[in-house]
């Protein structure tokens, strides 16, 4: 299975936002649609369709808020395609994507503590955590690049 990082356009936009996660753990996240409302208003976002060969399976978005940073808080793979190592493939994708823009020396992420999936796979390529946010809500992880 080929795993590609893909521009969001008019063509394929509505399958990106047709894309679901299991029940337990849309809490953790907001859709597909407000996050790529929302890149449309802030211009420092930056958002990316997962595919599997030629098929969208997800979802990731960063923000580039500072000369410096590139933030990852949006990040998830369709129910029907997890547990298959596509969210991993995906993560050190962008990962690459983001350690080419010219001057970024940090990542950040976040997670809800009690998502120990997020928590393995953000560990396991590479991410530390650093403690919990300021709203005391959210666990932030980060990465020299």
């Given amino acids: 299975m080929n795993i590609t ?10 399958d990106v936002c047709d894309l679901e996660v299991a029940d337990d753990q849309k809490r953790h996240l907001s859709s597909n649609m407000e996050s790529l409302l929302e ?28 000369d410096t940073k590139v933030g990852i808080f949006r990040f998830m793979i369709d129910i029907n395609f997890q547990n298959k190592g596509i969210g991993r493939s995906a993560l050190e994708l962008a990962i690459a994507e983001i350690r080419k823009i010219e001057g970024i020396k940090q990542i ?30 959210d666990m932030w992880a980060e990465m020299s690049v």
């Avoid at 990082?5 to 509505?14: A, P, V």
């Avoid at 950040?108 to 709203?135: T, W």
């Fill in 39 to 66: 890149s449309k208003f802030y211009e420092t976002m930056i958002p990316r369709a997962i595919y599997a060969d030629d098929k969208p399976v997800g979802f990731i978005m960063g923000d580039r808020g500072s």
């Fill in 108 to 137: 950040e992420i976040c997670y809800h503590p009690d998502n120990e999936i997020a928590k393995r796979l953000y560990l396991k390529v590479g991410f530390q955590e650093v403690g919990m946010d300021e709203s005391g809500e």
């Fill in 5 to 14: 990082l893909r521009e969001i356009t008019k063509e394929n936009y509505m």
